[in-house]
């Protein structure tokens, strides 16, 4: 297959393009390499893919209209895997019109492209974030999620609407994937895993949010890639989509991608200080705006629809994120 992934420097989209190259696709990546987050780590997952023969890469943003139709008149893709994003829960109080350009007019850009080209599936990145205050757990992907808590929660929950619509008018199969932390090597610097492994390295104290009284489904990269691949051979077809009183006509479905197995924050340290081997020194501070105390996934949809479910302990997660951690930064 010919296969767009958007965001194929970032964290989830370097693997899902070595798994996919693997198995013989090709691939056509593009990124915007902005400075969210250190640009090396982008560019050193970038420069593992550059020298396969079947890897061809684009610097490009989603909010580029002219640049994303060029791209889709010139390349005739059978699916697109779409994972850029402008992420960070925090960051939308700071920036929020990033939020605005990458995930809904560059989200737009990509449904208009898939239209035009007539893509065959569409797989795209959402958020466990689009629960926002639900406070029935596990969360399962037929809860209202009518109630974000953060800009970044409702841009996800946004681009979930705007892709039923384009698969209602145009057939269009698409299936959106609601991830649960997403963590392991080659991770964001900016998630609280990896701030915390930096601070016990280098004897810096750690923030610890809620006074530690949280929960989050901790999912591990591989779990997230079979997940994806999975999904991605497994187009929806109409009528896919029922729910109480309305009978969607779209090829269109929705799943959660977690654990399910919520760990305690307080538990999560504990095990990042035995793979470190030594202690963090905590600074327990409140609830900051725009987090939930507690994620938690109902995979049932997922599992009855590919056979799979994440399951990846966090005691071994954590131990290669270490372990490339230390390789990685010398430490």
């Known amino acids: 297959m010919r296969i767009l992934i958007t965001g194929v420097a970032g964290f989830i989209g370097f693997f899902v393009a070595r798994h996919l190259l693997a198995a013989g696709h090709t691939i056509y990546g593009i990124d915007n390499l902005n400075d969210y987050y250190d640009v090396r780590l982008k560019q050193d997952r970038l420069q593992q893919l550059l020298g396969e023969p079947q890897f061809t890469f684009e610097k490009l943003d989603l909010f580029d209209r002219a640049g994303m139709m060029t791209l889709f ?25 990033a939020y605005s350009d990458s995930n809904l007019s560059g989200f737009l ?34 809860d209202t999620v009518d109630y974000p808590v953060s800009l970044y929660a409702a841009t996800k929950k946004a681009n979930e609407l705007m892709a039923h619509a384009y698969s209602h008018l145009y057939q269009l199969p698409m299936t959106g994937l609601r991830f649960f932390t997403v963590y392991g090597p080659w991770g964001r610097p900016d998630m609280a895993y990896f701030k915390f492994v930096d601070a016990i390295a280098h004897d810096r104290p750690i923030d610890v949010y809620n006074h530690g ?119």
Not at 271 to 285: D, L, R
């Open 109 to 142: 850009n990509v449904l208009e492209g898939c239209r035009r080209a007539q893509v065959q599936h569409l797989v795209f990145a959402s958020s466990s974030s689009v629960y926002g205050a639900n406070r029935k757990v596990p969360f399962a992907v037929s």
């Open 73 to 97: 008149e010139a390349h005739p893709f059978d699916a697109v895997v779409h994972l850029a994003a402008q992420a960070g829960v925090r960051y939308s109080l700071e920036n929020p019109f």
């Open 213 to 331: 009284q949280m929960k989050r489904d901790f999912t591990y990269i591989d779990d997230v890639v079979e997940g994806i691949v999975r999904t991605l051979g497994h187009p929806p077809q109409p009528l896919a989509t029922t729910v109480e009183d309305c009978d969607s006509r779209a090829p269109y479905k929705i799943y959660n991608i977690g654990n399910h197995q919520p760990v305690a924050l307080l538990r999560f340290i504990e095990v990042i200080e035995a793979a470190m081997g030594k202690p963090a020194e905590k600074i327990f501070k409140p609830m900051q705006p725009g987090d939930v105390p507690a994620t938690y996934a109902d995979v049932d949809d997922l599992m009855q629809a590919v056979g799979f479910q994440p399951n990846t302990p966090i005691e071994v997660g954590i131990g290669q994120f270490v372990q490339w951690y230390r390789g990685y930064y010398g430490v």
